[in-house]
């Protein structure tokens, strides 16, 4: 049971590239989110897609888009890495909205030089 | 805005010891609060959910309880192990959406 996973685990790109992380679950789950983890500044919501077909802005969205492709799927795009992009980043499902627990991928340890 | 704190940042206690961390939070509209382990380079583990109707839940040797009228929540940790060593999360969820806000976490070292 392989729950939320997350490619690539570490990526390394010079300022100006695009990249996109992607994610997908396995638990037949309607909403995803993405999330960045700064040292000291705790998770921030990017994105997230509460069910299939609708994606909405979340805390720090600036810099980035998405895709929710398919149910299983959620992607992430930097279009122009910056350095202030250096972060982890990590995929989260859940069942629905109204509070329900959020599941967690391992994370994608980006750095942008 | 929802604003999560958590103190201490760090604590060290030796094995066996009970223990609890603490999360506080600004805004007590909230639809629940829920406590997550991080292990070093690993993602965020689900531990215990509170529903905002509910008081406390319980998990084995954790025990969470919530009180928003005061704009807290505990997490108890009973005998710990050296296997407890972990960053612990609170996050609360206040919306419909189901995005939560996520306070800084407490690094826990539990010592032999």
């Known amino acids: 049971n392989a729950g939320v996973t997350q490619t690539p685990k570490f990526q390394v790109l010079k300022t100006g590239q695009s990249m996109t992380l992607q994610c997908a679950q396995d638990m037949n789950h309607n909403s995803m989110y993405w999330y960045r983890q700064d040292p000291g500044m705790g998770l921030r919501l990017i994105y997230y897609s509460a069910s299939e077909g609708t994606t909405d802005k979340g805390e720090v969205p600036n810099g980035y888009n998405v895709s929710r492709l398919n149910k299983r799927e959620f992607s992430l795009r930097l279009e122009s890495a910056a350095p202030s992009q250096t972060s982890v980043y990590f995929c989260?499902?859940?069942?629905?909205?109204?509070?329900?627990?959020?599941?967690f991928g391992d994370g994608t340890r980006l750095s942008i030089l | 805005k929802q604003e999560v704190t958590q103190i201490p940042a760090a604590l060290s206690v030796p094995e066996g010891e009970n223990l609890v961390l603490n999360c506080s939070f600004t805004d007590s509209a909230i639809y629940n609060l829920q406590w997550f382990r991080q292990d070093p380079g690993k993602g965020l583990t689900s531990l215990l959910l509170?529903?905002?109707?509910?008081r406390e839940q319980t998990s084995g040797r954790l025990n969470a309880s919530l009180d928003k009228s005061s704009g807290r929540s505990t997490l108890y940790i009973a005998a710990s192990q050296p296997g407890d060593s972990a960053t612990y999360l609170c996050?609360?969820?206040?919306?419909?959406?189901?995005?939560?806000?996520f306070g800084t976490g407490t690094r826990l070292q539990v010592t032999l």
């Open positions: 989260a499902s859940s069942e629905g909205t109204g509070g329900r627990p959020q599941h």
């Open positions: 509170i529903q905002s109707s509910q």
């Open positions: 996050a609360l969820n206040t919306g419909t959406a189901s995005k939560l806000t």
